[in-house]
């Protein structure tokens, strides 16, 4: 009797699972190109040094919520919800990267404030995110935009990346 073609197929990936996967890299290993660094080297050390100068205060980060739906369109790309699919794109018809997932734990903790901040002003090379300031935002709704960006990484008990020492 012949098994049917899912079986078949179950069979066959779990097979491959278990003999290839100690000698394999993890199939949902992070992406190095999210944590890669978008500020050009000879300007990292500096940038990282930025703080944002605003305090993370809940009337701060609804400003830059605001902004983040509204005025600075961030939504459009990045998703009310923060994971980069926003509801203005069409699956596949995007060219390189997704926009940034604002709820990855790790990148949140890969950038700092002063990347975030060069990313808005600059642009990032490689991706279609255009630079915002002047253009779009102030330096001050920048920095409310990316108190409330990180707001989206933010569990109950975890301090802003930003304030970890």
Request: hydrophobic letters at 35%; glycine letters at 8%; one cysteine or more.
């Amino acid at each position: 009797m012949r098994r049917p073609i899912l079986y078949r197929f179950l069979t066959l990936t779990l097979f491959t699972a278990t003999t290839l996967a100690p000698w394999s890299v993890p199939v949902f290993a992070i992406d190095e190109a999210i944590l890669k660094p978008r500020v050009p080297v000879d300007q990292l050390q500096d940038v990282r040094t930025w703080k944002n100068p605003l305090p993370p205060t809940e009337d701060t980060i609804e400003k830059g919520k605001k902004l983040f739906q509204g005025k600075a369109f961030c939504v459009t790309c990045h998703g009310r919800d923060g994971k980069g699919l926003g509801g203005d794109i069409e699956p596949g018809t995007l060219k390189g990267p997704l926009p940034r997932n604002f709820t990855d734990q790790e990148w949140q903790a890969a950038r700092t404030d002063g990347e975030l901040f060069w990313i808005l002003k600059n642009g990032s090379k490689g991706t279609a995110m255009a630079p915002f300031i002047p253009l779009i935002l102030t330096e001050e709704e920048a920095w409310q935009v990316l108190r409330y960006v990180r707001s989206f990484g933010q569990t109950q008990n975890t301090p802003q990346a930003s304030e970890q020492p």
